[in-house]
């Protein structure tokens, strides 16, 4: 292959050509908008991980405490992968809009397990959305490492998720009823 974007010279077919984008200024915009995500997703990563630790002081089980303990260093593992994607492309990470705020994941101190935990479902499903989305962002950005890196991390997520609701299956998927109030 001779060049990017050639098939032997030729300009690759239609099908060929990234669905999100094409060459030039639509390139850089998708490009800009993966950075943007980037470090939206490194605060939110760090806001789970603060949230998580608080978590398991406040757990009233060992079961429970054990899973936000794992739960804590796979968000720390998750924000140091995205670190270091920031770092490969020579950027930093401030200046995100989390998707999950801090605030969304502090509790009361009338919070019990089941409580705690339908907290942290939600928070991880919400994670692992925005992550997945941003993978897909990196692949449409060429950007297959960290594409795959992000991948690793939504992996991680889920296998917190699935964890968390074998220990209390019962608890709601749903932002527990002391945040609509």
Do not use: K
Not at 77 to 97: K, M, P, Q
Not at 118 to 123: G, I, K, Q, Y
Not at 149 to 172: F, G, K, Y
């Amino acid at each position: 292959m001779s060049g990017a974007g050639t098939n032997a010279g030729r300009a690759l077919p239609p099908a060929w050509q990234p669905a999100l984008g094409t060459p030039g200024q639509d390139r850089s915009r998708l490009h800009a908008t993966f950075l943007t995500w980037l470090r939206a997703a490194h605060c939110s990563g760090t806001a789970l991980a603060l949230a998580a630790e608080s978590w398991v002081r406040a757990a009233r089980s060992a079961p429970v405490s054990l899973a936000f303990s794992q739960m804590q260093s796979e968000a720390e593992e998750g924000v140091h992968r995205i670190e270091y994607i920031l770092s490969c492309l020579g950027r930093g990470a401030r200046g995100g809009t989390p998707w999950i705020d801090g605030r969304d994941l502090t509790i009361p101190a009338e919070a019990d397990d089941t409580r705690l935990l339908a907290l942290a479902r939600w928070a991880l499903m919400r994670m692992s959305c925005g992550t997945l989305d941003l993978g897909t962002l990196a692949h449409a950005c060429g950007e297959y490492q960290a594409a795959r890196l992000l991948q690793m991390s939504v992996e991680e997520q889920l296998t917190t998720a699935r964890l968390l609701a074998t220990i209390l299956p019962n608890a709601a998927m749903d932002l527990p009823t002391w945040r609509a109030q």
